[in-house]
């Protein structure tokens, strides 16, 4: 039997709510740190975040997103090459996402979200991959070619789904290379970079972004004043009822697909900041729900 530690809210979650075949929710534990490139710890964040989870409450003030079943499945083996983890990793959420249910792929480092869409992709049986658009909230672009010589580094997913012709909306970023604004531009992605946000400006999704929305919340898209739990924190961040904000207000109207939470590096001691991430993943949820 599982115990707490690998089982997200399982503190929370009737029998039923645990089911495989009847939850809404699939959790995929991906522990990837194979391309992070200062600070370290990525692989122990889809396990920090399983283990906070079970100290928030079912009830979030506004509903029990629970409710729709929550199935935690195993860590994901990263002792391969990436080229066959982003594989295993699209072969989940491809079935998951076949069962009509929602993906959610807990990092872990960045480079997840490719196999992570990708599999969704497949999963429902889509003709073009523009079908899908990826709002990300992010500290950076993530949009270099190649970035040190690794095709599926952290800092290349955004690069490698916008040439795949994925649609992408980028909020919050706050550090980005010239090679990256070059690329915002050949790949048409939309931007609210974290200054234009804090000055007020309406954030909205153009009229032809696609019905189909994944969401990828890199955690340093927040400010570090409460995310400093993250291999590259960068000042002048989003908040956490913000990027909610943010959020709520994007999906209106659309087909939340799947999501992820990465880039948390847990920090002995400070639970804090694990409690935050895992607070995110069941508030995204509870979005999904109220949005439907």
Not at 20 to 41: A, M
Not at 67 to 86: A, Q, R, V, Y
Not at 119 to 127: D, M, Q, S, Y
């Amino acid at each position: 039997m599982n115990n707490n530690k690998n089982i997200f809210l399982k503190s929370e979650l009737s029998n039923q709510e645990q089911d495989q075949e009847t939850s809404k929710f699939h959790i995929i534990p991906v522990p990837l740190e194979e391309t992070v490139s200062y600070g370290k710890g990525t692989s122990k964040g889809p396990e920090s975040i399983i283990y906070a989870s079970n100290e928030l409450e079912r009830y979030t003030g506004k509903s029990e997103p629970c409710s729709e079943g929550i199935f935690t499945h195993p860590m994901l083996d990263c002792n391969m090459p990436l080229k066959d983890i982003m594989s295993n990793i699209g072969n989940l959420t491809k079935e998951v996402s076949s069962k009509n249910k929602i993906p959610i792929t807990l990092g872990g480092e960045h480079s997840v979200t490719y196999g992570a869409v990708n599999g969704i992709f497949e999963g429902l049986n889509l003709k073009q991959k523009n079908e899908i658009g990826i709002i990300q909230i992010d500290a950076h672009a993530d949009l270099r070619k190649n970035y040190e010589n690794q095709k599926y580094s952290h800092a290349s997913v955004m690069y490698l789904l916008g040439k795949e012709k994925y649609k992408i909306a980028q909020l919050g970023v706050r550090a980005l290379s010239l090679e990256e604004v070059q690329n915002r531009s050949d790949f048409d992605i939309t931007f609210f970079d974290a200054e234009t946000i804090h000055h007020n400006k309406k954030v909205e999704l153009p009229n032809n972004f696609p019905k189909k929305i994944y969401i990828s919340f890199d955690v340093d898209g927040l400010d570090p004043s409460i995310m400093p739990a993250t291999g590259t924190p960068v000042p002048g961040g989003l908040n956490f009822y913000q990027s909610l904000s943010l959020i709520k207000s994007l999906i209106i109207g659309k087909e939340v697909v799947g999501f992820d939470v990465v880039e948390l590096a847990p920090i002995e001691g400070f639970q804090a900041y694990d409690f935050t991430a895992a607070s995110l993943v069941y508030k995204i949820m509870e979005l999904i729900n109220l949005n439907m």
